[in-house]
């Protein structure tokens, strides 16, 4: 509105200097000097409504451009709360992922103690069968010891059995002669009795002695016969039962140690199943192991993750004081200092929610106080609007003191952000050195942006922001790079901050 009021007295101005200027001739009629002052009027008022219509549409403009930003503001704020939304579905997901990780841990440790536990009573039963197997060969050589004492036996039996057998004969061989004998002796009697049968008287006591001899011979030979065929049966059936004992005895050796061999068989078979059940589980819980290892590293990486998401938008205690010239000489780019100003805001806000910031205002024709330091906020997007006694000269002792006071005050990580036309000019450049200094000692980096639509012709000894930015590492940055630059600026404090926390 002041440059219009501005254009409009100055072309009052050029028509009253025409006015004075113009000499009218003598041959005008009075017409036509009537005619002049309505041509002049119209001419007037055609040029204040082009005036007016060019600073509507720039108004707006403005507005609009103040509605689009109020539009990404609110999609910005949603955005902002979707993340937080976001963070907290992670968190309640990384507290899930923590107790698997402990059920995990500990079903690790269980599996670990069963494992133990079965590879000592593994080795247990491996003890007790290398025992039950050298009990199985020493019992094995007993009966083989006890199986060849057989044989040895069973080999002198059948050897007292054939020289039984060779006596048998002998006698049945003496049987034969003794009866050959006695029918020789039976053909010498009758031949006797044909010699001695005149003689019968004489030798009737000598055939009667002779029979009773006969006779008492014959009962002899029997009787002895007898006996030694009854010795002979009852050897054999003695020698036979002991066969037959011997070979029983043989038969259940031979079985029990058939049945020894089957049990070390099946203990032996049953050991292989065990181990291999043993194996198979040892496998599945290795495989359960790697698992719970892949789950862990998964879990790792996801809380790493979420660590550097957490890092990337979790608030930090951060003091940020922003320096706006609305000096007249900034009065051509006061719609650049604004957006400029508001995107600062905005990415203030997007990169730390918990931001608190201070606005300091210089270049007016009286010295405001600075904004209170709070979270950026609606009130904090119209403060600069509220700002109406603009186009004095900018004063950057003043600002720079005011965002002294208000660092020494607080802790937390401070930056300042000067926003102007580039001159920086100072009502007490020693107040405005000190400040410097307070800024290198504090290590707090002031960075400039510049937004100027003319190149300043200014004398070579005024300060400019690019001085004040330098000594203390801050940037300075223009209209085309200012806001990738503040996103290069908030991440990196954001980093230095998690990375000394």
């Not at 100055?10 to 017409?31: C, G, L």
């Not at 066969?243 to 061999?261: C, F, H, M, S, V």
């Not at 809380?303 to 550097?308: R, V």
């Amino acid at each position: 509105m002041a440059m219009n009021m501005s254009t409009v007295s100055a072309t009052s101005q050029k028509i009253a200097d025409m006015k004075i200027n113009s000499t009218t001739p003598e041959q005008n009629t009075s017409k036509s000097i009537n005619l002049q002052p309505q041509l002049t009027h119209s001419k007037l008022a055609a040029t204040t409504s082009r005036t007016l219509t060019s600073a509507g549409s720039q108004l707006d403009m403005t507005r609009s451009r103040e509605k689009a930003l109020n539009m990404q503001r609110i999609q910005l704020a949603e955005q902002l709360s979707n993340e937080r939304k976001h963070r907290t579905e992670l968190e309640a997901r990384l507290a899930d992922l923590k107790q698997k990780v402990a059920s995990i841990t500990s079903s690790s440790e269980v599996i670990e103690v069963e494992s133990a536990k079965l590879l000592e009573k593994v080795d247990s039963m491996a003890q007790q069968l290398e025992s039950q197997a050298t009990e199985v060969q020493q019992r094995d050589g007993a009966l083989r010891g006890r199986i060849s004492d057989l044989e040895s036996k069973l080999e002198e039996v059948t050897k007292d059995l054939e020289q039984s057998k060779l006596n048998c004969d002998a006698l049945q061989k003496a049987h034969d002669e003794a009866i050959s004998d006695r029918d020789g002796l039976t053909a010498r009697v009758d031949q006797l009795r044909s010699e001695l049968r005149n003689e019968r008287i004489e030798n009737r006591e000598l055939d009667a002695a002779y029979k009773k001899l006969e006779e008492t011979h014959e009962g002899d030979m029997k009787a002895a016969l007898l006996s030694i065929q009854e010795a002979h049966g009852s050897r054999e059936t003695d020698l036979q039962q002991r066969l037959t004992r011997k070979g029983i005895e043989a038969k259940n050796l031979r079985r029990e140690l058939d049945a020894l061999r089957l049990t070390l068989a099946e203990a032996a078979s049953k050991r292989e199943a065990e181990e291999k059940e043993l194996l198979a589980q040892t496998e599945e819980w290795r495989t359960q192991a790697l698992q719970a290892k892949e789950e862990l590293a998964e879990s790792l990486k996801q809380q790493e993750g979420f660590d550097e998401l957490k890092k990337s938008t979790m608030p930090f205690p951060q003091m940020v004081v922003i320096c706006v010239d609305l000096s007249g000489s900034a009065t051509k780019s006061i719609h650049e200092i604004k957006q400029a100003y508001r995107d600062t805001l905005h990415m203030i806000k997007l990169h730390n929610s918990d931001a608190i910031v201070a606005v300091v205002f210089h270049g007016c024709f009286k010295k405001l106080a600075p904004t209170p330091l709070d979270v950026v906020s609606d009130a904090t997007f119209r403060a600069i609007d509220a700002v109406s006694d603009t186009g004095g000269a900018e004063d950057y002792s003043y600002c720079l003191g005011k965002a002294k006071e208000l660092f020494e005050a607080d802790n937390s990580k401070k930056l300042l952000i000067l926003i102007g036309d580039g001159e920086a000019m100072s009502s007490n450049p020693i107040s405005a050195t000190v400040t410097l200094e307070y800024l290198l000692l504090a290590e707090i980096q002031a960075h400039s942006i510049v937004l100027q639509s003319a190149p300043s012709w200014g004398s070579s000894s005024e300060l400019t922001m690019e001085d004040i930015s330098q000594p203390t590492g801050g940037r300075v940055e223009y209209k085309e790079t200012y806001l990738s630059a503040l996103e290069e600026i908030l991440r990196h404090e954001r980093e230095q901050h998690f990375r000394y926390s």
